[in-house]
Structure formats: C-alpha cells, structure tokens
C-alpha cells in the first residue's frame, strides 16, 4: 500500500491496547496499525512520544444563548480551534430549544452556522425545553431519525426546565426513535428557594451561587431523574455530575441493572467552592451549575472515574467573558443569581486530565482514552468510525509529549473568553500533533485547517440502547399506550 501519512515508533495507546508501532493512513482513513510499516508520502517520527484517538468533546456550549439571554464567547470557529489545540478531533455541543422557538428550525441554524465555521469533525445534541406536540410528534422524531441521536433536558432554571410529565414525554419518545436523553439534574425549587432568602438576608456575593446550588438539590433530582426513566425502564445520562450523592443514585441504580450513565468535568475533580469565595465579584469566574464542591465530593468522583460508575468526562465549556457581555451583567453590582452559569475548558479538559489522573496514577492511559474519547464515541453513535484507532476508522489522531511542562494562562488559550479558572496552574503532558482524517492540523503549535473543513457526523444508535434489553410488560405497556397522547 502507499500510504499519505504513517507515524512511526509511538506508543499507541486506545482503550483497550497499548503498544509501541506504526500507524498508516490513506485517505483519511487509518489503514494499517502495524510493528512497522513503511513510511509514506509523509512520515512523523513518534518515538518517545503517545499516539492516541483523538479527544471527542461531548458536552460543550457554542454558539449557544442560555435562558437568560447570554451568548456564549465561542463561535463554532473559535471553538473547534480551541478544541484541536487541546488534542480534540470532535465536538459535540448543543442546538438549544427556547421556550416558543421550533426545535426543526434552531436545529437547522445551528447547523448551518456549524458547517461554515468547524474546523474539526461535529455532530450535535438538542436542547428541548418546550415539549409542544410539533417538537414531540414531528421535529423530535425527524431530527433523530437524521443522525441527532441525544437531546439535553432540564430539571432546573425557570425558563428551561421539564416538569417530570414532560420528562416522561421526552423519554417515552427517546425509547421509540432511539435516542439517549441527558439529564442536568437539580431540583429548581430548592436552589430558588435558598437563593431567595440569601437575596432577600443581602447575601449577593458569588460564593452564594454555590450555598443555593445545595449538593441535595443535585441528589434528588439525579434520584427523580432515574426513577422517571425507570418508570419506562429508558437509558438516561445524568450529566456533569457534582456530587457524592449524585454518582451514588448513579451506582445505585446500575447495580440493579438499570441503563443509567454518568458524566463528570474537570473542574468537579479540581476545583471547590472556595475557589469562588475571594474578594468582590471574582468569584464570577468559578461559577457554574452544579458549581464546584468539596474535597470529599472530588475524591468521590475520582473514584467513579476509575470504576466506571461515571463513564464520561467532558470540558462543559461554556464560555462567558469575565465582564459585562458575559459573567457580570450588572459590573461590580452583579448578584449571584445574575451571573452567567459555566466555565472555559475545551482546550484544557484532557491536559488536566492527563496530568492530574495519569500521572498521578489515579488512572492508566487506557482508561484516560476511554473518558476522553472512546466512551464519547460509544455513549453517541460515533463508534467505531470516530474514538479508536483500528483499521477503518477516521485517521483523528492525537500525538502527545508526556514530558512537556505547561503553565496554564488564558493569553496562551484559543477560546475567545479571555480568562481560564486554571490560571498558573502547571500541567505535564500536552499533545503537540493534531491529525483530522489524516490532516495535520495542529503541528507544534501552528494550526492549518480552514474554516468549514470539519464534516458533521449523522450518528448512529448509541450503545446503550444497542443491546437488545428485555424490558418488562408493565413498561412494555407504558411505552405502547405513549405515542396518541400528546395533546396541544
Ligand atoms: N449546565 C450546563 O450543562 N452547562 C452550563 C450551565 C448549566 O447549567
Ligand atoms: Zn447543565
Ligand atoms: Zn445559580
Ligand atoms: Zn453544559
């Protein structure tokens, strides 16, 4: 064979092999994994370096207005830059549904705006937060059969979230066509009722986001939430999960069979609450929903991470500017409640996670690849195509330097928000070659991809409504009885 591209003497490492070899690429498509392989028409030397898949970043925002009326910083150019520099080869971010908008319409703007600008290969989820008969009868089930095999609900914010009939609703028909159904499981009045009284008592400082996010809100919503899907006996993730209680209801509920998944982000593992208790409004910069907890809910989930109770690690990069277009509306007299809700980390979401879990020996690489991409690619319908390196599949490919020392600083980041909650912080390890089907575009340091060049990947079923599951005839009748009852 001639091959376009071969990488040689690597440590190739995917979630279920790790050797030292050659990989060979025609066409965009890696076509031979070998010891040794001839070179091809260009060779890259990867000796004392990792050859693995490259990242898949399941759960990002882009281009996306949030409830409040916020755009996120990040369009889908500067994004997918961002993500290739942090060794992604595929984002999968949100086509999100406000309340009176036709979910086939924001679907379509998303992607077109997505077909202009990516850089790098995308699929995308919905957002549903207006169950309206159209969204559920028609666009829902049309958008699914079109490769958007997963939507995002809400159990929380006033102007998204579902009501647990609706959540029924959304699940019977995620059971139907084949989709997974994520879950931001909080119950909103705990976290509004708390908030009230912190508001009303003239508690506004950030650190008060945190004290009204109340790690019980989190456990009885992913409790609620599972016990919903169970009333179906549909598969649910339970997304960026915060808490101990969270990934317990989590194990709980797999231990007794039941399809249930868990995803985590960086800052759960490495950031706490008292990062958002400094001086002023600062602590906007730490803010966001579930918001950083404690040590003992870190440890916790380090834990999950590395018995498979939460499956998913994802950046949630949700990026707002420190300043008024963004995290502080009101400038200096920003309450809490006014703050827009998440944090930048698509670049440095495996660079953390290599240094702060491989390193440490809090995990091996092969589980570092499975949280970082193969899973992403199972748990979405991307598998085998995006998220391993076997023959067939799409030569994305990231080439890291175990040894490079970083200083994190938002001046050396490619996102457009301007500041990063790791500020200072040292990492080791950093992937320094970027492959997109057999493209190098990421190459120590220099990016050379156009604009629009990423292709969008109509997924197919996600693993875990692949297994054939017995279901019982009590949820076989709930499923059945579903479809005619959706009424205006
Ligand atoms: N949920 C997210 O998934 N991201 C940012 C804010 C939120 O509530
Ligand atoms: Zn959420
Ligand atoms: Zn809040
Ligand atoms: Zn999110």
């Given amino acids: ?85 942090g060794g992604n080869t595929t984002i999968v971010p949100f086509a999100a549904q406000h309340r009176g908008q036709s979910l086939r319409q ?21 957002i549903i937060s207006d169950p309206t008969p159209e969204t559920l009868n028609r666009d829902l089930p049309e958008l699914i059969r079109a490769g958007i095999t997963s939507f995002k609900v809400f159990m929380t914010y006033d102007k998204l979230k579902l009501d647990d009939k609706q959540l029924l609703d959304v699940f019977a028909i995620a059971a139907r066509e084949g989709a997974l159904p994520m879950i931001h499981a909080e119950n909103n009045d705990v976290i509004s009722w708390i908030a009230r009284h912190l508001l009303a008592a003239g508690h506004t400082a950030p650190k008060y986001h ?64 008292e990062d958002i208790d400094i001086p002023g409004v600062e602590g906007a910069k730490f803010c966001c929903s579930p918001p950083p907890r404690d040590p003992v809910s870190q440890q916790a989930l380090w834990q999950s991470l590395d018995s498979g109770t939460l499956a998913l690690l994802s950046s949630d990069h949700a990026p707002y500017r420190y300043d008024e277009s963004g995290k502080l509306p009101a400038g200096d007299a920003t309450t809490f409640k006014q703050i827009a809700n998440g944090l930048p980390g698509l670049e440095v979401r495996m660079p953390l996670l290599y240094s702060e879990g491989v390193r440490t020996g809090r995990l091996t690489l092969q589980q570092f690849v499975a949280l970082t991409s193969t899973n992403h690619a199972r748990m979405y319908g991307l598998y085998p195509k995006k998220g391993t390196l076997s023959v067939g599949a799409d030569a994305d490919i990231a080439i890291w330097d175990p040894e490079r020392v970083v200083t994190l600083r938002a001046d050396s980041l490619h ?74």
Wanted: proline share 6%.
């Fill in 1 to 85: 064979t001639d091959f376009d591209l071969t990488l040689h003497n690597g440590r190739i490492v995917t979630a279920d092999a790790d050797f030292v070899g050659d990989i060979g690429i025609v066409d965009g498509v890696i076509a031979a994994v070998a010891a040794k392989l001839p070179p091809g028409r260009r060779a890259i030397d990867a000796t004392g370096r990792l050859v693995m898949p490259g990242g898949i970043d399941s759960h990002c925002h882009v281009e996306q207005l949030s409830s409040m009326g916020v755009l996120c910083a990040d369009d889908w150019h500067s994004a997918s830059v961002s993500a290739a520099y």
């Fill in 106 to 126: 924001v679907a379509d703007a998303y992607a077109a705006s997505a077909a202009e600008k990516s850089v790098i290969d995308y699929s995308y989820h919905l």
């Fill in 210 to 273: 945190a004290v009204s996010h109340d790690p019980i809100a989190e456990t009885e919503a992913t409790q609620r939430a599972i016990s919903l899907a169970a009333v179906l006996e549909v598969p649910v993730l339970i997304v960026h999960v915060s808490t101990q209680g969270g990934a317990q209801a989590i194990h709980a509920a797999q231990t007794l069979g039941a399809p249930v998944y868990g995803e985590t982000c960086p800052h759960y593992l490495l950031l706490t609450a």
């Fill in 415 to 488: 996102d457009a928000v301007g500041y990063t909650p790791y500020e200072g912080r040292q990492v080791t390890g950093w992937p320094t070659t970027v492959i997109s089907r057999g493209e190098v575009i990421i190459d120590d340091g220099a990016l050379s991809a156009e604009r629009g060049r990423g292709r969008f990947i109509a997924r197919g079923l996600p693993a875990p409504l692949q297994k054939a599951r017995e279901i019982s005839p009590r949820a076989a009748l709930l499923r059945k009885i579903f479809p005619n009852v959706i009424e205006p």
